[in-house]
T-cell receptor, first 113, second 112 residues
Framework: ETGVTQTPRHLVMGMTNKKSLKCEQH?????MYWYKQSAKKPLELMFV???????ENNSVPSRFSPECPNSSHLFLHLHTLQPEDSALYLC????????????FGQGTRLTVV | KNEVEQSPQNLTAQEGEFITINCSYS?????LHWLQQHPGGGIVSLFM???GKKKHGRLIATINIQEKHSSLHITASHPRDSAVYIC??????????????FGKGTLLTVNP
């Protein structure tokens, strides 16, 4: 248990659905991240939030929409996804977006049908 | 070419063997992480280091900044060590922001 909790753990959605992934941490961290892990590829950074402000959007398509209402919660809203978006989506947090250790959630395994 | 290269991609060992996983990178970094990912998907941070060597139980991580190379060693390997081991480097992405760049991972299988 790393202190970062992601829900749901598994999600199957159609291409016309709208769903949201949730991440929360109560570690007192101020930076939160969304990563995508596709089969046979390295982890890819999607978004970074520092103190609730988005500081990085790594050229992610607009069908992925992040939301960070406070430093403890991070959402990833999904709509009109494509089958190639099927992947493991990992949330992480760290004290600051700097040289500090990141703590990862268990991930949400997303399948788009 | 990925900025972070790991070798080997796959490694099978017998219980008790000494294991080494290597990571080379091509950019200037402020820190390097070794992560462990079990089949369920969750990732655990093993080490974060910027110089020298760190040890935690049977795990040892070393880094050579000049050669841009790090190694993760596992002594007296055990089947429960079976996992994907991922190297990640922290680079400056702009201003005071940092970004983690990941290797593809090394799949380790330790047989009893």
């Amino acid at each position: 248990e790393t202190g970062v909790t992601q829900t749901p753990r598994h999600l199957v959605m159609g291409m016309t659905n709208k769903k949201s992934l949730k991440c929360e941490q109560h570690l007192g961290h101020n930076a939160m991240y969304w990563y995508k892990q596709s089969a046979k590829k390295p982890l890819e950074l999607m978004f970074v939030y520092n103190f609730k402000e988005q500081t990085e959007n790594n050229s992610v398509p607009s069908r992925f929409s992040p939301e960070c209402p406070n430093s403890s919660h991070l959402f990833l809203h999904l709509h009109t996804l494509q089958p190639e978006d099927s992947a493991l989506y990992l949330c992480a947090s760290s004290l600051l977006d700097g040289d500090t250790e990141a703590f990862f959630g268990q991930g949400t395994r997303l399948t788009v049908v | 070419k990925n900025e972070v290269e790991q070798s080997p991609q796959n490694l099978t060992a017998q219980e008790g063997e000494f294991i080494t996983i290597n990571c080379s990178y091509s950019v200037g970094i402020s820190a390097l992480h070794w992560l462990q990912q079990h089949p369920g998907g969750g990732i655990v941070s093993l080490f974060m280091l910027s110089s020298g060597k760190k040890k935690h139980g049977r795990l040892i991580a070393t880094i050579n900044i000049q050669e841009k190379h790090s190694s993760l060693h596992i002594t007296a390997s055990h089947p429960r060590d079976s996992a994907v081991y991922i190297c990640a480097v922290r680079v400056v992405s702009g201003g005071s922001n940092y970004k983690l760049t990941f290797g593809k991972g090394t799949l380790l299988t330790v047989n009893p």
